[in-house]
């Protein structure tokens, strides 16, 4: 029986010690890493973040910061105020994965055209093929 993505993504955490395949698997996610881009510029409050990536669904959002909150690479503050007040911000650990990031990221730019084909060809392989003869239906025997 298959479950849906979204129940296998929520289900999904980090183990307690999260070593580099989980760190990994976090970075496959291009949602996580414009969060930690954009907060390397600076703290962000949560309606903040939120606005900059509107375009995110919501429970993909929540669950990549619960991701990158267990990974240890952001932290949140949430303030004692009447209108809840969280403000997200890189750890230690979160400003020291910057670098790295960015020679990923130069690598991905550099290499995006083998990058590209290389998804097409698999996308094309993955298509059933349209020269294979599909089986009659009792009707058409």
Known sequence: MK???RKTRAKRALPDAAGPEQILELFAND???RIVQVLDRAPKLYDELRHEFKSAPQSSFGQTMRD??????VWRKAY????????YSLTSLGKS???PLQVFCEWAYVH????????ARRAKQSKPSETRKRPRSKRQR
């Open 80 to 87: 004692p105020t009447s209108a809840a007040r969280v403000e």
């Open 97 to 99: 994965f910057i670098e």
């Open 112 to 119: 995006e055209r083998e990058l590209t084909a290389v998804a």
């Open 3 to 5: 479950s849906s993505r």
């Open 31 to 33: 949602l996580a890493i």
């Open 68 to 73: 990158l909150q267990e990974a240890g690479l």
